[in-house]
């Protein structure tokens, strides 16, 4: 009887272990690795679109601010900026002038209408975004009025050149901010020189005609002097040159009794800087009377130029 309930109960241990390799267990197995890839799949997407979200805010992130001008008619431009983010700062600038500031206030689109100033002018635009990326803009615009103005430089002076399509009544000017000269003119056409100071200034010249028409133009100049030259001999057979310049003497040339050969000295080429601040040069001369014609260049271009006669 014990034998029997034995058999009985093994019998029973082994269907018991018989049902637990049945298809419960296979779908409980199928079930556990349907989550544990549903997890994996779910970190991979979630992995990739983090990555995707860091590349294009990264690629956001570099861009620059685009700057457009729209041109409406024959005087007047309109500035456009536009950008993907906030802009923090835009202006813009004709020739040296002063930058005028456009107000932002955070956009991403600004506008902005201005009028071109007669004359050759060059327009400077810049922009830049609250991650500090930045761009600028150039370009030059011509636009005849009925008052145009030049500036040439002419050794230590700077010639102003004004011409009106009616006559002009006066014209004045003035270094950075000092009280103004006035220049009466009368005319359709005035040519003044101007002496420029030592060290960089800004000229301003403003010029009005009899319709009460006015143009303005500023240029920023550098005054320099011009060399210091003397010719002597040296008593015997050769003459000697001395020059002197606070910049520095580039450049010598220098031509004997008018002939079309120029002897050429490019001191830049040999000494440095300090070592042209003075300069003394011999070289030898022939029997009775010599002419000689000596210019001098200094670091800036300007020159000066001397005639001497050498006798021997």
Same mark, same amino acid.
């Given at each position: ?59 956001? +992130? ?75 803009y150039q370009k030059a615009y011509s636009l005849e009025g009925d008052i145009s103005i030049d500036f040439a430089l002419d050794g230590n002076n700077i010639k102003v050149t004004a011409t009106g399509k009616n006559e002009l009544s006066y014209m004045t000017y003035r270094w950075d901010e000092e009280e103004e000269t006035t220049v009466d003119i009368n005319n359709t056409q005035i040519e003044q020189d101007i002496e420029i100071p030592m060290g960089q200034h800004t000229l301003t010249v403003i010029v009005v005609d009899i319709n009460n028409t006015t143009q303005t133009k500023t240029q920023e100049v550098k005054g320099v002097t ?10 015997? =057979? ?5 020059? +002197? ?13 008018? =002939? ?39 670091? +800036?271009?300007? +020159? ?9």
């Amino acid at each position: 009887m014990n034998q029997i309930l034995s058999v009985e109960n093994n019998q029973k241990k082994k269907n018991r272990k018989v049902k637990n390799t049945g298809p419960v267990a296979i779908e409980n197995i199928l079930k556990f690795f349907s989550i544990v890839i549903l997890i994996f799949g779910v970190f991979m997407i979630g992995s990739g679109s983090y990555s995707m979200h860091n590349n294009a805010q990264e690629k956001t +992130s570099n861009t620059k601010p685009t700057i457009q001008v729209e041109e409406g008619s024959e005087t007047e431009i309109t500035i456009r900026i536009m950008h993907d983010k906030a802009l923090s700062k835009v202006t813009y600038k004709w020739n040296e002038e002063e930058e005028t500031q456009i107000q932002t206030n955070g956009r991403r689109d600004v506008e902005q209408t201005i009028e071109i100033p007669t004359g050759d002018n060059i327009l400077t635009i810049y922009a830049q975004d609250t991650n500090g990326q930045e761009t600028s803009y150039q370009k030059a615009y011509s636009l005849e009025g009925d008052i145009s103005i030049d500036f040439a430089l002419d050794g230590n002076n700077i010639k102003v050149t004004a011409t009106g399509k009616n006559e002009l009544s006066y014209m004045t000017y003035r270094w950075d901010e000092e009280e103004e000269t006035t220049v009466d003119i009368n005319n359709t056409q005035i040519e003044q020189d101007i002496e420029i100071p030592m060290g960089q200034h800004t000229l301003t010249v403003i010029v009005v005609d009899i319709n009460n028409t006015t143009q303005t133009k500023t240029q920023e100049v550098k005054g320099v002097t011009k060399p210091q030259v003397e010719i002597t001999t040296d008593g015997s =057979s050769n003459f000697i040159i001395r020059a +002197s310049d606070e910049e520095g003497i580039k450049r010598v040339e220098f031509v004997i009794n008018d =002939s079309d050969e120029k002897y050429v000295l490019d001191l830049d080429k040999v000494y440095s800087i300090d070592q042209r601040k003075e300069f003394e040069y011999s070289y030898p001369i022939g029997e009775g009377e010599t002419i000689l014609e000596v210019t001098v260049y200094n670091e +800036s271009g300007v +020159s000066e130029t001397i005639r001497a006669r050498v006798n021997r």
